[in-house]
Every structure is written in structure tokens, then in C-alpha cells.
């Protein structure tokens, strides 16, 4: 539902600094040439560096991408705070050293400047804008005050916030205290312009976004922060208007029946921090499921679309599917083997929506937990394929197209790899958090059991109407 064709562009300002603190972890151990690469658990360790190496260790910010020069992205900061206790129960970092970097950044964003002005503020109303410049830490350009993307932040806030719970040491205090403070410090009832539904975002120059959160999509998590928030809630029966309007997304139209939003991602971000297993509201309960059932036939028919595969596209089978919003290598069309092929930079992807033959192995690693043998497969299966061309320092590229192979063609990201088809040169932030998130979520259970004993994220639950399971 986000729009993320980052429309701001990506030559941004240079990252600062962005590589300190790598200097005391260790790179991740090439496999032996006798011993089968543990592909998981490597994929994991990797994403997990990206995040470790290139977020600035003295205030917190994550780039939106990388290598390519980006500004930072606030969800990106909260996938990172997330992704930090996993680096250490996986033994990568020290608590220390995770204790260190989280502190740094939530003492930055609590004293980070907030106001209406334009250019002279990183937030207002206890929101932070989606993209924040890499020199100052102020809005970068004309992005907007992000309800969601502050969601995401928050939901990696209030983790660390849990997580860190060393009632001896000073420094984890000051974490959960900051924690709090952020939270609640968020004004949900401000940017409610058309009640009762949550605006998109505002913009200091023309006030808020004309669209709502108002359909089935990823704003599920950030609804349940609101009506949880101790300071400016929204009433409890926001989540029943809400998810009225599911019943326009309930479909089986792809295998399943299920709420249908074409990209996976929908279906994963509220589930990084929400263990859904087991626990319902009135509106799914009426279903006969829960909403990590929902995802799990997300999962089986995204792979039941790339088994029938009408589009024609190359790589897509039973062993290699996965879309969401990736990169692509840019809007044109080309005729390729006597058809006609319309190709697009960032957007979503899916069943339902824009399919140019663009894989994003995020969308498969995210969804792990859902289905951990289907995941587990497809992404085995394109690194057995296609390996080195899409594999890389920090994982895998953040996508790449096996049909488009000409070299000539008017390309805007990424390069034409021989043997593999076009192959995205980036990283990007929002898709390797699900990655580091879902396997660990699906290994140990760590960010759900963590989010359980979070006082807020129950309350929002329980104001909402949800029963059973943990909650029980």
C-alpha cells in the first residue's frame, strides 16, 4: 500500500560515517568447498551486516539503500533496532555492542528536532518524516510526514524497548525510558483529518495526504500502536471500521480464499512484531482463520500464481516465485521474443497488479515463518540458479529478472548479468529487515515472544477485540 517509487530520487547526499562499528565483528565464514553452504542461516547473517555496517553507529540511521548513496529511512532504523538482539543471540555482536547502537539512536531521535517549518525539523506531532538527510538528520527534500514508515520505527523502538531488560544496568533503563518517551510522545489523533481513518501523511507545504489507511494492507500494526497509545489513542472501534472494509479484499481468486493485497510485504511487516498465531478479532474469526493463516495462503498462492504463470515470464516455477514492492530495472517497454514487454523501476508487484517477470527474493526470505519449507526451497532454488550474479555481501540483490537479458535495453537500475538477466546492484533496507526478522522468527520465535510482554502492543490488541491464543 505504500508508495515507495522513491520518487525523491537516489543520488541523495553521500552516507557519513556509515561503516563504523563493523570494525569489532567478524565477516561471515565462506563454506568450505567439502561442505554444503547452510543457506539460511548464511542469508540471515548477512542481512543482519547490512544493517550492523552501513547504519551511522553515533545517531542511528539506516540508509534507504545501499551502496548507491541514500538518504536515511526511518523504517529502516526500526527493521535495524529490531535486527540488532538477533545479531545477538546469534552470537554476531555483543549485547554490548547492540546496547551501544540502540541507545545512540533512540538518544538521537528523542532529541531530534520536531516542528512545522519545512526544512528545520525531522518530525512533528511525534511523527518523523520517511526519509531523513544523512548530514543533519532533517526531512530530505519534499518527503512526508509517514504515518506508517513512523509505525515501523516505532514497532523496532518499542522491540529494543522490551528486549533490553537488564533492570541493573543504567544504559538499558535509559533505553526502555526512551522507548516510552517516543512512544507516546506520537499524536495519533492529530492526523485523523477524515475520522476515523489514519491520513498517509502531511506535508509541511499543503497539510495532509488525501488518502487513508483504509483498506486491508501492511497499517494493521500501526493502527493497534494507535489505539493502544496511553496519551493520544484513537477509540477501539476504529479497528472495527477498519476491517469492515476487509471484506472487499476477501477473495480466491489466486487458490485459497483469503484477504488478497498483491505484494508480500503486506502481509509481512505487521507480522514481524506480531505473533498472530492463534489470536483473533471478530472479522477473522468470522473467516474460520487467523491473520498468520491469511499470510500463509498469501504465500501458497503467490506460489500457485508462479506455477501457472501466465505472463509467460522465464524462472518462474513451483521452486521460484516471490513478489512485492523491489526495484526494477525502469519503465519501458521492448519486444523480447516477438512479444511486447512492459518493464518498471520501483513498484509493487504482484497477482493482481504489476508483473513485469521481476523476482524479489525478499518476498519468499520474509515469508519464512509462514511457510518455512516453500521459502526455504525457493530461495535454495535461485541460488542454485543463479547464484553469484544475485548473491552477494549482504544477501541477495534486491531483485532481478531472468527475461530480460538484452543488453541494449534502456535500463534505470541495476545491469544485465550474463547467465542471469537484469540483476539489481542495491540493497535495500525495508526488504533485509523482514529477512533477518522472519528467520529468526520462525529459528526461535525471539521478536514475537519479545512483542508479547510488551504492555502497549497487548493493549492495543485487547482494545481491538482480539482473543485467544497468548493473549488468553
Known sequence: MIDRRHLLGTGGLALAGVVGGCATTRAPSPASANAPLDLIADLQERSFRFFWDTTDPATGWAPDRW???????????????TAYPVGVVNG????????????????WFAAAPQGSGADDASGHKGFFYHFLGVTKGLRFARAELSTIDTALLIAGVLFAGTWFDDGTDPAEARIRTLADQLYVAIDWTWIVPRPPFLSMG???????????????????????????????????????ALTQRFEAAWTDGWGEPYLHYPPL??????????????IQDPFIKSKGIDYFENSRRAVRNQRAY????????VGYDKDCWGWTACDGPGDF?????GRQREFFSYSERGPGTRDDGTIAPTAAAGSIAFEPELAATCLRTMHQRYGEGIYGKYGFLDSFNPTLTDA?????HGQIVTGTGWVDKDYLGIDQGPIVAMIENQRTGLIWKT??????????????????????
Open 67 to 81: 551502496p548507491t548513496p541514500s538518504f536515511s529511512s526511518i523504517a529502516a532504523v526500526g527493521f535495524a533496532l
Open 306 to 313: 508462479g506455477i501457472v504463470n501466465s505472463g509467460g515470464w
Open 265 to 278: 510485504f503486506v502481509h509481512q511487516y505487521s507480522h514481524v512484531w506480531i505473533d498472530f498465531r492463534g
Open 333 to 337: 517497454k521492448l519486444t523480447l521474443r
Open 451 to 472: 512483542m508479547q510482554r510488551n504492555p502497549h502492543l497487548r493493549r492495543g490488541l485487547e482494545r481491538a477485540g482480539f482473543h485467544g491464543g497468548w493473549l488468553g
Open 202 to 240: 502531511w506535508h509541511p507545504e499543503s497539510g495532509f495526504i488525501p488518502s487513508d489507511w483504509n483498506i486491508y494492507n501492511e497499517g494493521m500494526l500501526m493502527y493497534l500502536l494507535a489505539i493502544a497509545s496511553p496519551t493520544h489513542p484513537l477509540p477501539p472501534a476504529t479497528w472495527g
Open 408 to 412: 541494449n535495453a534502456p535500463l534505470k
Open 92 to 107: 554476531w555482536i555483543t549485547r554490548e555492542q547492540a546496547r551501544a547502537r540502540t541507545l545512540a539512536t533512540l538518544e
